[in-house]
């Protein structure tokens, strides 16, 4: 469903994404595992044709990336972490907006806009205009507009940063239900326990590069590892995660491994 081949990203002399492979299927959850800068949002908005790659080439659903952007973009969904909403607008009318925008109408359009109002918790808020909602009512109403379009393959980057529990069970078992309708979904994360519940193969991705990709078990077992938290830090490398040159500071590795771990 995606394949992507050496792609390179770069924004003047920094270089976001170096040359990234993999292949995502449909029916499959693949998660983008790699912490905060290493180019995981970049390559989403390069398969969701919101940027364009300077070299290498990927398709989506069959559709080329460069050549067929607009039917890449009705097939796909995305969640972006920094998504905003208009602040006078209710969040229901986000959604007839956004529905409308994908030639959605009438009662096909209701149906979808009440499913994901009831299934993501946004019923209490959505008839009133968005200024002053939380992080975690924002992320919710994001979340519909992406999945307004019951699209073939869902990109979410960072699904269930800043939601509560109850949320980010509600988005967990959507992710569930889409790999069971036979979607194809990849996640970006940085969440050892976000992959461990959701994906069914990683890509661990450092620097703008696939360090290595494939099921947990079988990360662990390359780099002889109990768990998939100790498979990405021998992955990676501790001295990466805790940047060659500069004087290591007491905790810093445990604070890393904390912040995989989703705890403060």
């Known amino acids: 469903m995606i394949e992507a081949h050496e792609l390179v ?35 989403l908005r390069l398969l969701a044709t919101v940027l364009e790659p300077n070299a290498g080439s990927a398709t989506v659903g069959g559709y080329d990336i460069r050549t067929q952007k607009q039917k890449v973009r009705s097939i796909v969904g995305l969640l972006v972490e920094d998504a905003g909403l208009y602040s006078r ?19 096909d359009l209701k149906k979808r806009m009440d499913f994901l109002i009831d299934v993501l918790g946004i019923a209490e808020f ?23 379009h019951a699209p073939q393959v869902v990109i979410l980057d960072e699904p269930t940063i800043g939601l509560d529990v109850v949320s980010t069970r509600a988005v967990r078992d959507l992710i569930a239900a889409f790999r069971a309708e036979g979607r194809c979904v990849i996640i970006s994360t940085h969440l050892m326990d976000e992959v461990q519940r959701l994906c069914d193969r990683v890509g661990i991705i450092y620097d703008g590069k696939l360090m290595d990709q494939g099921t947990p078990r079988e990360l662990m077992a390359r780099t002889g590892t109990p768990d998939l938290e100790t498979a990405f830090v021998e992955t990676v490398g501790a001295e990466r995660l805790l940047d060659v040159g500069r004087p290591p500071r007491p905790g810093r590795l445990a604070r890393l491994v904390r912040r995989l771990r989703g705890q403060p």
Not at 22 to 35: D, K, N, R
Request: glycine share 16%.
């Open 9 to 43: 990203k770069r924004f003047g002399k920094v270089v976001a994404v170096d040359g990234l492979s993999f292949t995502a299927h449909a029916g499959e959850v693949f998660g983008l595992l790699g912490p905060n800068g290493a180019g995981k949002t970049t390559t």
């Open 89 to 107: 607008v209710t969040a229901r009318e986000h959604l007839r907006y956004f529905g409308r925008l994908h030639g959605l109408n009438g009662s």
């Open 126 to 148: 959505a008839d009133r205009q968005t200024e002053g909602f939380s992080r975690g009512m924002q992320r919710r109403v994001v979340m519909a507009i992406a999945l307004i």
